[in-house]
Nanobody, 130 residues
Framework: QVQLGESGGGLVQPGDSLRLSCAAS???????????IGWIRQAPGKEQEFVGG????????YYADSVKGRFTISRDSAKNSVYLQMNRLKPEDTAVYYCAADWQAPARVIRTTPAAYAYWGQGTQVTVSS
């Protein structure tokens, strides 16, 4: 079991950058390195969208076409954290962003279905507007 918390959201203008952080907290039994971590977003009135993820064992990454080339996911093992670097933000990136952990994914595999992720953070709002 793992508890997750996101931070770093905010209001920015189109073209700006933000870095979201996902940190483990509480009585964590395993480090985040043991989980595949996904970033999922949800805009008002829309379904959840799997933005991207990073595997455990091998650090493979996956990005949705809508963010490929603009977003980057990375880990910091020492801080037990995962980051979502978002560059060249667009108004359509506006959403609540969640990080989530998949404890059942095989090594080097990133599952892109939000339902595969058992542990979720509380979400952080990202608003891109001029």
């Amino acid at each position: 079991q793992v508890q997750l918390g996101e931070s770093g959201g905010g209001l920015v203008q189109p073209g700006d950058s933000l870095r979201l952080s996902c940190a483990a907290s509480g009585p964590t039994r395993r480090p985040l390195n043991d989980y595949a971590i996904g970033w999922i977003r949800q805009a008002p009135g829309k379904e959840q969208e799997f933005v991207g993820g990073i595997s455990w064992g091998g650090q493979n990454t996956y990005y949705a076409d809508s963010v490929k080339g603009r977003f980057t996911i990375s880990r910091d093992s020492a801080k037990n954290s995962v980051y979502l670097q978002m560059n060249r933000l667009k108004p359509e990136d506006t959403a609540v962003y969640y990080c989530a952990a998949d404890w059942q994914a095989p090594a080097r595999v990133i599952r892109t279905t939000p339902a595969a992720y058992a542990y979720w953070g509380q979400g952080t709002q990202v608003t891109v507007s001029s």
